[in-house]
């Protein structure tokens, strides 16, 4: 089984720009991959922020993006808010079965 | 209004079985990707399972032989059959729906204990 590997921790400045990545055990991550992101907010359950690369949701605000970059799926987060604090999961496919990575916690300060 | 519920989790001892549903609204289950996914206290997300609106079904190494996902389409219900359980099964159980649908539900707890 494929391991996912995800920042363990990141901090961002209010207002800040940051990227998350997401890479694979296997090799380079592609569309392939079909790379999810979800936000995951202490007792709540996880929300899917980002599907199949760059696709957003309906609730997905306009500043999460998602994309490839150098290899990676990646999450970029432009002007961060408060209420951006959370643990950020991806989920990559492997021909059928999925891996999680193991989280970032985001931290806005 | 899409919504999922989940149900059927609780307290299980060693080596039992537990059935999962997932009771959708909203959407058509069987014409969904559908996933679950689960988390042990404290711990990050592991995905379990997966159905296709094929019937394909794929599941984790961790839990391959032991769980198998189905759905009911006169109910519009996803299940997770969970057999020989172990208390590293012991989470949260997640059904959510793939895709551009994306909704998650709020969850079902199983704890494996003598």
């Known amino acids: 089984q494929a391991v996912v590997t995800q920042e363990p921790s990141l901090t961002v400045s209010p207002g800040g720009t940051v990227t998350l990545t997401c890479g694979s055990s296997?090799?380079?991550?592609?569309?392939?991959?079909?790379p999810y992101w979800f936000q995951q907010k202490p007792g709540q359950a996880p929300r899917t922020l980002i599907y199949?690369?760059?696709n957003k949701h309906s609730w997905t605000p306009a500043r999460f993006s998602g994309s490839l970059l150098g290899g990676k799926a990646a999450l970029t987060l432009s002007g961060a808010q408060p209420e951006d604090e959370a643990e950020y999961y991806c989920?990559?496919?492997?021909?059928?079965?999925?891996?999680f990575g193991g989280g970032t916690k985001l931290t806005v300060l | 209004e899409v919504q999922l519920v989940e149900s059927g989790g609780g307290l299980i001892q060693p080596g039992g079985s537990l059935r999962l549903s997932c009771a959708a609204s909203g959407f058509t289950v069987s014409s969904n990707y559908m996933s679950w996914v689960r988390q042990a206290p404290g711990k990050g997300l592991e995905w379990v399972s997966f159905?296709?609106?094929?019937?394909?079904?794929y599941y984790a190494d961790s839990v391959k032989g032991r769980i198998t996902v189905s759905r009911d389409n006169s109910k519009n219900t996803l299940f997770l059959q969970m057999n020989s359980l172990r208390a590293e099964d012991t989470a949260v159980y997640y059904c959510?729906?793939?895709?551009?649908?994306?909704?998650w539900g709020q969850g079902t707890l199983v704890i494996v204990s003598s």
């Open positions: 296997t090799g380079a991550v592609t569309s392939g991959h079909y």
């Open positions: 199949d690369t760059s």
């Open positions: 959510a729906r793939d895709g551009s649908g994306g909704q």
């Open positions: 989920l990559l496919s492997y021909s059928g079965p999925r891996v």
């Open positions: 159905i296709y609106p094929d019937g394909s079904t």
